[in-house]
């Protein structure tokens, strides 16, 4: 089974452009999280999603961030007008969250941001 | 507010060495607690998973244990070889939907 797969793997946008970051979870796990890493700072969680719907957006900066994954396709975290503050890596996490869930997260490799 | 702690940042130790990384968390109201490893510039690899409910788990050469009443866990890694170094991060989850809260790191180097 393939892993969490997120894409691009690094992205270089210029200030004011938009991010897209897409994240396909492992196969058959229907939940979605995010996490940003700043430089020289731990993993801070940004949104939890289930397929449809947006479960918890409690860490998601309130403007130009947004986050959703479809009945069908990736998830996508998108940036808005990046600033330079937003060059950081964008985990995307998955679970299967079945009545046999242990609270395991499968994380992917990253998409690692730089805005100029 | 649940906060994690990882001290020291970084650590150097050479090869053979047995050690141990420290952990601690402000709520012992957690649902799990898990170590991983990241290597630089890489994702993150889990390597123990332990449940509120548990006081250890082992895998291979690794060995992480809970103590959910005082707040810490360490991980303990025997032998160790200078593959093993990496980043080991300590995250809680509190609640079931599988929220993680992060501590920093501990950056570890095993010199040959």
């Known amino acids: 089974n393939a892993g969490v797969m997120q894409n691009p793997r690094h992205l270089v946008r210029r200030r004011g452009q938009e991010a897209r970051l897409r994240c396909s979870p492992v196969?058959?796990?229907?939940?979605v999280y995010w996490y940003r890493q700043l430089p020289e700072e731990g993993l801070k969680f940004m949104v939890y999603?289930?397929?449809?719907?947006?479960?918890?957006e409690s860490g998601m900066p309130k403007e130009r961030f947004s986050a959703e994954f479809p009945k069908e396709g990736p998830s996508i975290l998108r940036i808005q007008q990046v600033v330079r503050g937003d060059s950081a890596a964008y985990f995307c996490?998955?679970?299967?969250?079945?009545?046999?869930?242990?609270?395991?997260?499968?994380f992917g490799e990253g998409s690692r941001l730089t805005v100029l | 507010k649940q906060e994690v702690t990882q001290i020291p940042a970084a650590l150097s130790v050479p090869e053979g060495e047995n050690l141990v990384l420290n952990c601690s968390f402000t709520d012992s109201a957690i649902y799990n607690l898990q170590w991983f490893r990241q290597d630089p510039g890489k994702g993150l690899t889990s390597l123990l998973l332990i449940q509120s409910s548990q006081r250890e788990q082992t895998s291979g050469r690794l060995n992480a244990s809970l103590d959910k009443s005082s707040g810490r866990s360490t991980l303990y890694i025997a032998a160790s070889q200078p593959g093993d170094s990496a980043t080991y991060l300590c995250?809680?989850?509190?609640?079931?939907?599988?929220?993680?809260?992060f501590g920093k790191g501990i950056t570890l180097s095993v010199r040959p």
């Open positions: 196969k058959g796990h229907s939940h």
């Open positions: 999603l289930q397929k449809e719907n947006i479960i918890d």
């Open positions: 996490a998955s679970s299967p969250q079945d009545s046999a869930n242990t609270g395991e997260l499968f």
């Open positions: 995250a809680v989850g509190t609640g079931a939907n599988s929220k993680l809260t």
